[in-house]
């Protein structure tokens, strides 16, 4: 198994754990979606973020300067014009104008006049393979880091993946730094509150960073709350379907992926005698928009972050037939079998009696305007794409998923600040990383258009830097044609 994630993926009464594996996609799992909100749980402490390793980058020992950019510091919306930024051993040491900069003899030297320059990009609903698929983890993690993705909040935990954050941290594998999830907290494995226990238990004793919740009782969630919270792990991901919207939020559940349980809140009376369906498609109907003030405002008193993943649904409820959308570029890059089955997954998806189109798009609006209103009201918003999932490929996705906030209502440098700044500011280390800075990680990305004009600009890569180590686009390009040649010559052998 290469990952295994969990959502609901159907407007029937479903949830779907979806596992992709290296050899063939597996189907779509169903079971059934009962009750809707419950009643509020007792309110927790408030939560500890999530920590972001802020140690020294990568052993990168050389000095690079980027000469005469256009710096977005990204702490503010403004350009710092014909700026040189120099970095050395993967920390940024010196950032001024062009003219009057401090330039090492030894400096690499990077001519970026008129191009722009900005921190790497931070996916907060990101999977990575298990590691004991090498190849496959390697390509993956190369994709990110392709496209900018210079940190990832892994949200399909694996044993292996604790070793994997330390290898990343000392450079032994080129990739984006990792914040390791824990395996899914949910089903029979957490089936009772001693065994919801047990797991918080194990998993930080194991060193994982944070708890991915996934479905369980409302005792079993009341139990993991208290133990993570004295055991000052956050927690963070769905929220389970007993507890509803305001009991994580009481909880101070750490972020919210998804805006999962949003739509029963906001019809909650329907929600109560009907099936929500997928991400509350089966419901919208029923959505009273007077009761968007209240979701916003404890959104907003419980602190939680919400990872919108827009792409996720958008995606699947989109019109476009799934045979177009395997015809994507990106989709070069990844197994046949992992294509083929998204493209089955969709195709199945339509073709059911109760699929509802009018009932996506619907859904699709009420979320863009979710986002729309929780940003316009202060509450913490991060960028994520839930990649790899559903036409979602490591690294490309998160420009679909820029798109669709922008699309959503989103300024491209609001977009920005929620896949840069703001993720540094969630992980409670804003000195690390997320902006240009002295001392920050020197996680760049090099562009040749400014991306406040136009989201799409952040395609135009003229390089990447992932902890001081530079990426050229002509190397990025090298590399990911080694993937598509591989990719191609296991589909001639199939």
Request: hydrophobic letters at 45%.
């Amino acid at each position: 198994m290469i990952v295994m994630l969990t959502h609901r993926l159907v407007l029937a009464p479903s949830n779907a754990r979806v596992g992709w594996n290296l050899a063939l996609l597996a189907g779509i799992a169903l079971v059934a979606l009962l009750a809707a909100c419950a009643p509020t749980l007792t309110p927790a402490r408030t939560p500890v973020a999530e920590s972001a390793p802020v140690s020294k980058p990568a052993n990168q020992t050389g000095t690079i300067a980027f000469v005469g950019a256009n710096v977005l510091p990204m702490d503010r919306e403004h350009v710092l014009e014909r700026h040189t930024v120099v970095v050395r051993d993967g920390r940024i040491i010196e950032i001024a104008p062009e003219a009057t900069a401090r330039i090492p003899d030894d400096a690499q030297r990077i001519q970026a006049q008129g191009r722009y320059l900005l921190p790497g990009l931070t996916e907060m609903h990101g999977h990575v393979p298990d590691p004991d698929q090498a190849r496959y983890l390697d390509e993956v993690l190369f994709l990110y880091v392709s496209n900018g993705v210079t940190t990832v909040r892994n949200m399909s935990g694996h044993d292996g993946h604790i070793q994997l954050r330390e290898r990343l941290a000392r450079g032994d594998v080129l990739g984006p730094t990792l914040i390791t999830a824990s395996p899914w907290l949910g089903g029979d494995r957490a089936a009772t509150p001693a065994a919801a226990e047990s797991l918080v238990r194990r998993y930080q004793a194991a060193g994982f960073d944070l708890l991915k919740v996934g479905e369980m009782s409302r005792e079993a969630y009341a139990q993991m709350v208290g133990t993570a919270q004295a055991l000052n792990l956050p927690f963070a991901g769905h929220v389970p379907q007993a507890v509803g919207l305001v009991g994580a939020l009481d909880a101070r559940q750490t972020s919210i992926d998804h805006f999962d349980r949003y739509a029963e809140f906001l019809a909650a009376d329907a929600a109560a005698a009907r099936d929500p369906g997928f991400f509350g498609s089966g419901i919208i109907d029923h959505v009273d928009r007077a009761r968007l003030d209240e979701a916003i405002k404890r959104t907003i008193a419980a602190g939680t972050w919400n990872v919108p993943t827009l792409s996720l649904v958008e995606h699947l409820a989109s019109p476009e037939a799934p045979e177009a959308m395997a015809r994507w570029p990106e989709m070069r890059y990844l197994p046949a079998s992992v294509v083929e089955g998204w493209v089955k997954a969709k195709r199945d998806f339509q073709a059911r009696a109760d699929f509802q189109p009018a009932a996506t798009r619907q859904l699709v609006a009420l979320r863009h305007e979710l986002l729309q209103r929780l940003h316009q009201a202060g509450a913490p918003i991060a960028l994520g794409s839930d990649a790899p999932q559903f036409f979602n490929v490591p690294g490309f996705s998160i420009h679909h998923e820029m798109r669709m906030m922008v699309t959503a209502g989103l300024s491209p440098y609001q977009v920005l600040a929620s896949g840069t700044r703001e993720p540094a500011r969630y992980f409670a280390t804003p000195d690390a990383f997320g902006t240009i800075a002295l001392g920050r990680r020197a996680d760049l990305l090099l562009l040749e258009a400014n991306p406040l004009q136009d989201i799409a600009n952040v395609q135009r890569r003229a390089g990447v830097m992932v902890a001081g180590r530079w990426l050229p686009e002509h190397e990025i390009q090298r590399r990911l044609t080694e993937i598509e040649t591989r990719r191609r010559s296991a589909r001639e052998i199939d």
